[in-house]
């Protein structure tokens, strides 16, 4: 966990025992040259994103990580019915409590996909314990979610629509790097990610449904026992952990 905005990259340090730093006086050259606190999290850097291209020189490398997706249930129907000024304030919301919960636990917020959040742990900043990490920013985006539901559901204007989060993680080996010829992305690929996605989708509201390789890698934190699930893409049954 990394409770206050470090100073120096913990990506670099970690991957390349350099220095670098992201904020105060001692950051104004790097900024010169166009490095300064990665948008994915900003206790790393935009070096750390060039790490495959520049350094490691492979567009893509196998790592284990933690993949989480969280999805904000109830958007699609608000959208029908509350104002544009109302959405967007729901959104940054979501968004900020999502950043705020992944950079806590040394994740990377890869992306935001329309009312959902696509998260990494364990690149740049290396843990061995990432699906720890991971789960506990999960209950972390349930919590921030929960505290300021009832407030948020009156400025907005929701009534009785049914607002909340349902979160899926999986963990394993992910095809980690840059793809794409014109447009250069920066993400993880592969069945861990298809899963986590799909468990999802499978979540309540509220609920963060995780894989057996996730419970096995969380143990004394899970004790629900797991349920099987048809997921698309899937041939075969899904066992899920409700976390
Ligand atoms: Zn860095």
């Known amino acids: 966990m990394t409770p206050e905005p470090a100073t120096i990259c913990l990506g670099c340090w970690q991957n390349l025992h350099m220095p670098i730093p992201l904020r105060g006086p001692l950051s104004a050259p790097f900024r010169l040259f166009g490095v300064r606190p990665s948008r994915m999290n900003p206790n790393t850097c935009t070096i750390c994103e060039m790490a495959f291209s520049k350094i490691m ?8 990580a933690t993949i989480l997706f969280a999805d904000l249930r109830g958007y699609t129907t608000l959208t029908q019915t ?85 979160i899926g993680m999986d ?12 447009h250069r992305d920066l993400t993880a690929v592969g069945t861990v990610v298809n899963r986590a996605a799909r468990a999802q989708a499978a979540a309540k509201s509220g609920e963060i449904l995780v894989t057996a390789a996730v419970r096995d890698r969380t143990r004394d934190m899970i004790t629900a026992a797991g349920s099987d699930y048809t997921l698309k893409g899937f041939d075969q049954p899904v066992t899920l952990f409700s976390a």
């Open 57 to 64: 020189k492979a567009r893509a490398v196998t790592i284990d």
């Open 82 to 166: 509350i104002a544009p000024a109302g959405l967007t304030s729901l959104l940054d919301a979501f968004y900020d409590d999502c950043a705020a919960a992944i950079w806590r636990y040394d994740g990377i917020l890869n992306k935001t996909i329309g009312d959902a959040v696509f998260a990494i742990f364990n690149f740049p900043v290396r843990r061995d314990d990432h699906a720890v990490q991971a789960l506990q920013a999960a209950r972390e985006i349930q919590r921030r979610f929960q505290e300021r539901h009832d407030a948020l559901v009156r400025t907005i204007g929701a009534g009785d629509i049914e607002l909340g989060i349902g």
């Open 171 to 182: 963990s394993g080996d992910t095809n980690f790097g840059e793809f794409g010829q014109t």
